[in-house]
């Protein structure tokens, strides 16, 4: 018996040694407030049918297991005056499942003690003359009445309209690696002047653009030819750290030309993008850790 | 000493199973304490032997605890939501159950022995060691897949805890038949 009262003891104590670490682990890591990725992104708005609106814009957050608290609202800074309706389904999803149900989607994926949540943004901007719209900063509002303040990067809401008829765009592919290709047919001598966008300095050490063969910084005087195809190779690298990999980019930048007549036309590049898919609870601990959350 | 093993085997078998009519529990697992509860009070009484007294003080306090959550069950309060506070729960009362069982196999082994019944004594400290090995796993297992959501480690708890339940209940049963023909 005196063997088993050895095992007794020491098993007692390594059980309340484990306790005591999962205990501090929580209450030590626990977040002060849901963290939210972060976003540098350009999002196209369209007209459907007679009012500009972006659906189902996601935006992904992560909070502590437990956190019940649901957003009901949400206000952008900048642009108080768009519409802004949330949901943490798709809106337009009428799908009917025996094993989820609503409060299963919002109480988010589990990874350790934190809960990783989507929601669904549908924007909608009752203005005709809209110029592009900058987000950065977004008030939440919650069902317990509690409001959040929120950095979420940048986020540029633009509407295409702009017409040209130099550059057909013929096809384009891209690739799981990050990688894609556009190609266009040149209808007249065109003369490249440059690549904008508002983002391109916050991702140009994670892209690399070639257009016509040329890095897109060195494409300033490259003189195309009518009758020719155009190819504009892209590719977003591996992110580097784990901030970045849990950041969601989206870079549709314009190509600005001169065509012969000496008029300026921009057509804008898709296809630039990181978004993260897969996460794990270890990733998920490193990230909080990175952005100095925990 | 029969009807004493005899309670707690059925103790053990309603805090393992429960038996529901639609959402009524018949017999919640306070219920199945509170027999264990009476079981080693019988031991006691019949040996007088303090182990048995302490394992039935710690059955008294899972009772209680049992009454507790079902309370606060019932009002919709549902301790799992809050993360801490119910792996602290979930993890302590899990042991206080472990020494339970192991206090209650101990006086066994000790009016075992008084009685010079060596083989039963021994199979008992076997049961001790047994349980106590597989219980520390389980009760490891479970607190550390309650924090970090481990699907894998919570079927393992899930597994041990059930087994050795299984496991009590028949060395239960087979100290009950030593007293069989009393």
Known sequence: ?294 | MYEGYNKVFWGIFFITFHINLGPVTILPAFVGYLIISKGINILYEETEIDTFKKAQLLANILAARSIIIGVMELFSFNISDLLILNTLIVTVFSTVEMIMFYKLIEGSVEYFTSLNLEKAAHRNMGAARFYTIASIIGIISMNLSLVFHIGRLSVLALFILIILRIYLMVAARRNRNIFAAE
Do not use: C
């Open chain 1, 1 to 294: 018996m005196e063997l088993n009262k050895k095992i007794f003891s020491y098993g007692i104590f390594f059980i309340f040694l484990i306790l005591a670490f999962t205990v501090v682990f929580t209450l030590v890591n626990r977040l002060d407030e849901p963290v939210f990725l972060n976003m540098y992104m350009e999002e196209n708005i369209y007209k459907n049918p007679d009012i500009y609106s972006l659906d189902n814009f996601q935006l992904k957050y992560i909070t502590n297991i437990g956190d019940k608290r649901r957003i009901i609202d949400v206000y952008f800074k900048e642009a108080p005056d768009l519409q802004v309706d949330v949901s943490y389904n798709p809106f337009g999803f009428t799908g009917f499942s025996f094993f989820h149900n609503n409060s299963d989607i919002e109480l988010g994926d589990r990874y350790w003690i934190y809960s990783l949540k989507t929601i669904y943004l549908n924007i909608f901007i009752d203005d005709e003359e809209f110029e592009d719209i900058e987000i950065n900063e977004a008030v939440f509002k919650f069902d317990d009445g509690s409001t959040l303040d929120v950095n979420l990067g940048r986020i540029i809401f633009y509407k295409d309209d702009n017409i040209q008829e130099d550059l057909e765009h013929l096809g384009s592919s891209s690739s799981s690696d990050g990688s894609s290709r556009s190609f266009y047919n040149i209808k007249k001598d065109i003369r490249l002047i440059n690549l904008d966008s508002p983002i391109l300095e916050k991702v140009k050490d994670k892209i690399a653009i070639t257009i016509a063969g040329y890095d897109y910084s060195q494409i300033e005087g490259v003189l195309l030819e009518a009758n020719r195809r155009l190819y504009v190779n892209t590719i977003f690298k591996e992110p580097g750290d784990i901030v970045e990999k849990y950041t969601y980019y989206s870079v549709h930048p314009k190509l600005y030309y001169e065509n012969s007549e000496g008029e300026t036309f921009n057509v804008r590049i898709y296809n630039i993008h990181h978004y993260p898919f897969k996460f794990t609870a270890r990733e998920i601990y490193d990230y909080l850790k990175s952005r100095g959350e925990i």
